[in-house]
């Protein structure tokens, strides 16, 4: 996250009427105005932004360096389009408004907005930006309205305010997008190649105004990270308990299926299976004698003293001790 101190100039001159933009140049700068202290507050919450409006009879400072949603929408209430745009002008106040932050750690950056004709030539332009240059300031220029007649004067003065590409001339021409959302890809896609986030992760998915609460949207965001980082943790653990759970269900589908006599020999037959681990034989008897009560006197309509059934077990017990006895004899020719 970059610590950085951001000033964005905006134009507010007669030129803004013009409706190319949705709703039109002027709006659609208000719009991105919110759009862009949003993207740089919630990328660190010790950033700071300012506000200038360079046309009328002088640039004015609306917004001094803050990172304060309230002070943003009182300081842009009672802005209004007058006169004519001073772009030069514009850049010199943002200059004096960075070099009075009060974090001196921040880097320095103005946003620019320039809907109409420029008021300077190139060279003045060019010294310009060399001067910034020499301040470590960096300019992105936001060039819409006017764009094909300012944009050769515009990339001049870029190019003469870039240090290893940290100032940027983003023309958009008018389309059926929203103007603060053409600007917010502008920078995501500047950000990536960056290989930064540029602080885009700010809707969170849930129905909320991040710039309401700035460290509760950064809670959220941490949140969230966290427990998708848990969910993928324990996701093969739970894999693994699911597997066993599957064999009862089926077993008890099965019992509810059969009917009186059928339960029964399945009793029984479940009974008399005997287990991997070696156990004394006096002791598995008993254990399957009381198993087989058990499981008959949970069987509805069967009365355990049924003479019948007594035949049938003692039956199956008498073959079980058979089977072993003969277990026992070839173990012992062996």
């Known amino acids: 996250m970059v610590l950085e101190a951001t000033v964005l100039v905006l134009d507010?001159?007669?030129?803004?009427?013009?409706?190319?933009?949705?709703?039109?140049?002027?709006?659609?700068?208000?719009?991105?105005?919110?759009?862009?202290?949003?993207?740089?507050?919630?990328?660190?919450?010790?950033?700071?932004?300012?506000?200038?409006?360079?046309?009328?009879?002088?640039?004015?400072?609306?917004?001094?360096?803050?990172?304060d949603i309230g002070a943003l929408l009182k300081g842009m209430h009672e802005l209004k389009i007058e006169g004519v745009g001073h772009f030069t002008t514009g850049i010199q106040i943002a200059q004096l408004l960075l070099k009075h932050r009060a974090n001196k750690?921040?880097?320095?950056?103005?946003?620019?907005?320039?809907?109409?004709?420029?008021?300077?030539?190139?060279?003045?332009?060019?010294?310009?930006?060399?001067k910034l240059k020499k301040n470590n300031i960096s300019v992105d220029v936001i060039n819409i309205g006017e764009y094909s007649q300012n944009e050769q004067e515009l990339?001049?003065?870029?190019?003469?305010?870039d240090a290893g590409g940290?100032?940027?001339?983003?023309?958009?021409?008018?389309?059926?997008?929203?103007?603060?959302?053409?600007?917010?890809?502008?920078?995501?896609?500047?950000?990536?190649?960056?290989?930064?986030?540029?602080?885009?992760?700010?809707?969170?998915?849930?129905d909320m105004d991040p710039n309401m609460d700035p460290e509760l949207a950064m809670a959220l965001r941490m949140s969230l990270e966290e427990e998708v980082a848990r969910q993928r943790a324990v996701q093969p653990v739970d894999q693994q308990s699911q597997g066993p759970s599957v064999q009862p269900s089926n077993?008890?589908?099965?019992?509810?299926?059969?009917?009186?006599?059928?339960?029964?020999?399945?009793?029984?037959?479940?009974?008399?299976?005997?287990?991997?681990?070696?156990?004394?034989?006096?002791?598995?008897?008993?254990?399957h004698d009381d198993l087989v009560s058990s499981l008959?006197?949970?069987?509805?309509?069967?009365?355990?003293?049924?003479?019948?059934?007594?035949?049938?077990?003692?039956?199956?017990?008498?073959?079980?001790?058979?089977?072993?006895?003969n277990e026992k004899d070839e173990d012992k020719t062996n």
């Not at 059928?262 to 002791?283: F, H, V």
Request: charged share 25%; aromatic share 4%.
């Open 251 to 287: 077993n008890s589908d099965a019992m509810d299926t059969m009917d009186e006599e059928e339960q029964i020999r399945k009793a029984i037959e479940l009974s008399l299976q005997s287990g991997e681990n070696e156990i004394p034989e006096s002791s598995a008897n008993k254990d």
């Open 12 to 67: 507010n001159s007669e030129w803004t009427r013009n409706g190319d933009y949705t709703p039109n140049r002027f709006q659609a700068q208000i719009d991105a105005i919110h759009v862009l202290f949003n993207m740089k507050t919630l990328d660190n919450p010790e950033n700071t932004v300012g506000v200038i409006a360079h046309a009328g009879a002088s640039p004015q400072v609306l917004v001094s360096l803050t990172n």
């Open 105 to 130: 750690n921040q880097r320095q950056r103005v946003i620019i907005f320039s809907a109409s004709p420029l008021d300077s030539d190139e060279k003045v332009l060019v010294k310009l930006g060399k």
């Open 166 to 206: 940290s100032s940027q001339l983003i023309t958009l021409p008018p389309d059926n997008k929203l103007l603060s959302e053409s600007i917010k890809a502008a920078f995501r896609q500047i950000s990536l190649n960056d290989g930064d986030n540029g602080g885009f992760n700010d809707d969170l998915g849930f």
């Open 155 to 161: 990339q001049e003065f870029v190019n003469a305010v």
């Open 296 to 325: 008959i006197d949970t069987l509805p309509g069967v009365d355990p003293t049924d003479p019948s059934l007594q035949q049938e077990l003692n039956k199956a017990k008498g073959n079980d001790n058979k089977g072993k006895s």
